[in-house]
């Protein structure tokens, strides 16, 4: 079960495929064509401001809590997007910023898939998709050597080229919703697809794809498995009307998901203040349970800081470069 929490990143990497390819299509079919710059520019002023003050407040707590340990070569590959070559090549940082290696794989898939899109048709979108997705397996499958040889299963999970099966049906799904909108989705099949997801990923726990010593049936069986997974929970919640869904309770997950970035960037932080100031011993089981709630407080109160007094003003600017609304900014 630990082990599937951490899927939630497969799902990360296959929802933000899906939108920022489809944000691009429709860009292109509204323009005629595709300004890469404003997208840079759009792709910047959303991730970088908290990407780089959270590595900038991380370096400098590792002076006050003896729990974080971010070396210099660390930082330097996170600076440079890098930090997912970094996990992948030594190892997670003791850091909070450890999570982040996503956000470089992230970085490096804006920078290059714009310049795709423009040049392609939907056609050719969808083949590209369709390559991406074979190449993902045929990685992991050449890299599962180099993993045993350095038992470093690491290898895989943070490798950029062991995740392109993931991005690619992204992609793959929302060329096809683009030519072919879906249809009405019925709750029946929406709970299939909820329930199918969450076994998915059971099984793929199962199979312990990122224990220190994976096996191969386990490599090329389980990530396939948690895409799968990634994909039937997104299909599940796909064109879902929320309006029907109680104020009280559609209010705060409205904005739980508009600060969803701090939520990741600062929830490793919030669980180690939380044991510090709650466990008094490793074994303080009771501690353990109250550190659990304070952390998720703590989650969503430096998330809502961070939105309301770093994020928002540069996302307002972001307004300025962007050609397809969105959503607004608060």
Same mark, same amino acid.
């Given at each position: 079960m630990v082990q599937?929490?951490?899927?939630?990143?497969?799902?990360?990497?296959?929802?933000?495929?899906?939108?920022?390819?489809?944000? @691009?299509?429709?860009?292109k079919e509204l323009k005629g064509t595709l300004n890469v710059r404003m997208f840079y520019a759009r792709r910047i002023l959303r991730i970088w401001p908290?990407?780089?003050?959270?590595?900038?407040?991380?370096?400098?707590?590792?002076?006050?809590?003896?729990?974080q340990e971010l070396s210099l070569a660390a930082i330097a590959w996170f600076l440079l997007l890098g930090g997912n070559w970094y996990t992948a090549l030594y190892r997670t940082p003791d850091a909070?910023?450890?999570?982040?290696?996503?956000?470089?794989?992230?970085e490096q898939f804006y920078l290059l898939w714009p310049l795709a899109v423009r040049r392609a048709s939907i056609t050719s979108i969808a083949w590209i998709a369709a390559a991406l997705v074979v190449a993902g397996s045929v990685a992991r499958w050449i890299f599962y050597g180099l993993v045993t040889v350095n038992t470093a299963p690491l290898f895989i999970w943070a490798n950029t080229?062991?995740?392109?099966?993931?991005i690619g049906l992204g992609i793959l799904l929302a060329a096809i919703s683009h030519q072919r909108p879906f249809p009405p989705?019925?709750?029946?099949?929406r709970a299939v697809s909820l329930c199918g997801g969450i076994?998915?990923?059971?099984?793929?726990?199962?199979?312990?794809?990122? @224990?220190?010593?994976?096996?191969?049936f386990g490599v090329m069986v389980g990530y396939p498995l948690m895409t799968l997974g990634s994909l039937l929970l997104l299909l599940s919640a796909y064109g879902l009307d929320v309006q029907p869904i109680p104020r009280i309770v559609r209010t705060p997950l409205i904005y739980l998901g508009r600060i969803s970035y701090g939520l990741y960037v600062y929830h490793v932080l919030a669980f180690l203040l939380a044991r510090l100031w709650l466990l008094r011993s490793p074994e303080d089981?009771?501690?353990?349970?109250?550190?659990?709630?304070?952390?998720?407080?703590?989650?969503?109160a430096f998330a809502a800081l961070s939105y309301r007094w770093l994020e928002a003003p540069f996302l307002r600017l972001k307004e300025r470069f962007t050609v397809v609304k969105s959503r607004p900014v608060d």
């Open positions: 599937a929490g951490a899927f939630g990143v497969d799902l990360f990497f296959l929802l933000s495929a899906y939108l920022i390819t489809e944000l @691009l299509v429709r860009e908290l990407y780089f003050f959270a590595i900038a407040l991380c370096a400098g707590l590792q002076f006050v809590l003896p729990e909070f910023i450890s999570p982040l290696w996503s956000v470089s794989i992230e080229f062991t995740r392109l099966d993931t989705v019925s709750f029946a099949i076994a998915c990923w059971l099984a793929a726990n199962e199979l312990g794809i990122v @224990l220190p010593d994976p096996s191969r089981a009771a501690g353990k349970i109250v550190a659990v709630p304070v952390a998720f407080a703590l989650t969503c």
